[in-house]
Every structure is written in C-alpha cells, then in structure tokens.
C-alpha cells in the first residue's frame, strides 16, 4: 500500500481502517505479449486484430504483416493470448526471435535463422551457460598469466 492509497483510505473512510484491497492482489500486470502470427492477406490480419482485441484486458494490438509479428499489450496473461491466437486457425507462436546484440554468438548454428527478420536471431537458452564457461576460462588464463608458477609468465614480474 503506498502512501497515496494510504492517505486516501485515511481520509475517505473516516474509520481509520488500513487493511490493503483484495483486488489490487488479484490485478494483472501491464505486459506486452509479442506472437509469430502466419498472416498472408489483410483479411488474416483482420480477423487477428479482432479476435486478440475481444479478450479482456487487452489495451492495444499492433501486427506487422511482413515480419508476421503481434504485439499485444495490456493487462493479459501469454499463454491466453497465444490460444486465443491459435483459435484463429493460424500458425502462432510466442516470438522466437531477439535482436542479434542479445547473444553471445548470433551466428551460430543454434541461434542464425534465415527465417529471422532483418537484425534478429532466434532466442537461444544456452547461450548463457556458454557465456558463463567462456567467462571462467578465460578467467582463469588471465589469473594464471603473472603466476609465479607459469614458466610462460611475463619476466618484467
């Protein structure tokens, strides 16, 4: 309960009861839900738009039509709004794809799909195990690198 909430209960009620609202519990968070949506005529983007728009909460839904992709942002759940998608008949997904910059090694096999939009790769989940193995190798080798043990080691020391 903020301060605001607090001042409000305080001065509206009179009563000086301060017990929180059960209906902030149960709200949704604002969120934005982005889908692969197979969409080839205006008439699929259509019936889309209007079927995502129906379910509750939903503040607004934006398609790109060449990149196949809905983002919808509101007060929803992901996985309702990817049924709901997928009882349009079409193809939905929830978008497989994040901007190439967000992985360690955007053209490996895993990660590089010609299918991607320009700019983006697929999302790969062991891209940070990797990151973390790379990361303490590489540590290691620098710990090791003035070591008085290491006959490799720099001779300035």
């Known amino acids: 309960m903020g301060v605001g909430d607090y001042w409000s209960d305080l001065m509206g009620s009179g009563n000086g009861n301060h017990q929180h609202n059960n209906k902030n519990k ?15 005529c205006d008439g699929c983007v259509l019936k889309v738009r ?3 728009s129906s379910l509750d909460g939903v503040e607004s839904v ?10 919808v942002t509101g007060y929803v759940e992901p996985n309702k709004v990817l049924k709901k998608a997928k009882s349009t008949g079409k193809k939905a997904e929830i978008w497989p794809y ?21 700019g983006y790769v697929r999302r790969v989940d062991n891209s ?3 990151i973390g193995t790379v990361t303490t190798a590489y540590a290691d080798s620098y710990t090791t690198m003035f070591s008085d043990e ?8």
């Open 26 to 40: 149960n709200k949704k968070q604002l969120q934005t839900v982005e889908l692969k949506v197979m969409m080839d």
């Open 50 to 52: 209007k079927t995502l």
């Open 62 to 71: 934006e398609i790109n039509r060449k990149q196949q992709k809905v983002t």
């Open 98 to 118: 994040v901007p190439f910059n967000m992985v360690a090694n955007p053209y490996t096999v895993q990660a590089y799909d010609k299918k991607a939009p320009p």
């Open 128 to 130: 940070a195990a990797t």
């Open 150 to 157: 290491n006959p490799n080691a720099c001779s300035i020391m």
